[in-house]
């Protein structure tokens, strides 16, 4: 199994001369498994470029799970190529939203008066599946769901391929709840973490859902994955900031971590 980041800024799109060392898309991880199938991991403003890359390859068929419905997650979803092709099948993963249905939250958002194309007038052949806390198998992959803690009806997911695997969490608060994510993130291969606040910014911000690089370092001495990856950067860390909170990372934390960039590419061959 191969991924490769297509977006790991948090809360906002953040182009600029700023964010240009890691990237200013929000989030949207590929994953692609050694059958070739393909995951998309959320549709932040990351998926547009994707999407291009998979229409060149003539990839019709896309399982995208998103991990909840905040506009950082999806607000690329309106311009994947795949949902305008009438030969693409797209099937969407997702929370069960606390009121309505997920297909609902989607196709009101991308419809009049946010979205300029009405929700029924996309060409792709469309589905929705709604997640609470689920293990599936998908051509040689296994993929397990589960809640974390953040705003609002939010998951989590492990990808496994024989005995790789690769946890992305990429809106938690273990400063509230430390077990948070724990049964995706323990042990793998590779964790793709939040590591959104400082510590001065997580005490401003508590309860907001996101982790501070204390937390961070606690939560990877739990979890001990082979290698973490720090992302949904705040749109603020530029990055020089984001190079210092990796030295306080690398500082506290016995785990190999790094940050998140766009255009990383994972590779987990099988062992
Ligand atoms: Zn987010
Ligand atoms: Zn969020």
């Given at each position: ?9 948090g809360s ?56 909840h419905?905040h ?77 974390v803690r953040h705003r609002g009806?939010t ?15 990429p809106d938690n608060e273990p400063g509230l709840e430390?077990?948070s ?13 939040d590591?959104q606040y400082?510590?001065?910014?997580y005490?401003?911000r508590v309860g907001w859902g996101h982790t ?20 949904h ?39």
């Open positions: 199994m191969k991924a490769r980041i297509w977006g790991c800024r906002l799109a953040t182009p600029g001369e700023q964010t240009v060392r890691y990237g200013g898309n929000t989030t949207c991880l590929e994953v692609r498994a050694a059958s070739g199938k393909v995951l998309v991991l959320d549709a932040g403003t990351g998926v547009r470029d994707l999407g291009r890359s998979l229409a060149g390859e003539r990839i019709r068929e896309l399982d995208l799970l998103l991990t419905l506009l950082d997650h999806i607000e690329g979803l309106g311009f994947l190529a795949a949902l305008f092709d009438p030969d693409c099948t797209v099937r969407i993963y997702g929370p069960r939203p606390d009121g309505g249905s997920l297909a609902d939250k989607i196709a009101g958002y991308l419809s009049p008066p946010y979205f300029p194309v009405p929700f029924e007038q996309f060409d792709a052949s469309i589905s929705f599946v709604e997640l609470e806390r689920d293990t599936w198998e998908l051509d040689g992959l296994t993929i397990t769901a589960a809640p009806p998951l989590a997911y492990r990808i496994a391929e024989g005995d790789r695997s690769l946890a992305f969490i430390p077990e994510g724990l049964e995706l993130a323990a042990g793998a291969d590779v964790l793709l973490h590591a400082s510590d001065e910014e005490a401003a501070g690089t204390s937390h961070l370092i606690r939560y990877l001495d739990d979890a001990r994955p082979a290698r973490a990856v720090m992302v950067h705040d749109p603020a860390h530029d990055g020089e900031t984001l190079e210092t909170l990796l030295r306080k990372a690398r500082d506290g934390s016995s785990c190999p971590v790094e940050l998140g960039r766009e255009g990383l590419v994972i590779d987990l061959p099988p062992s």
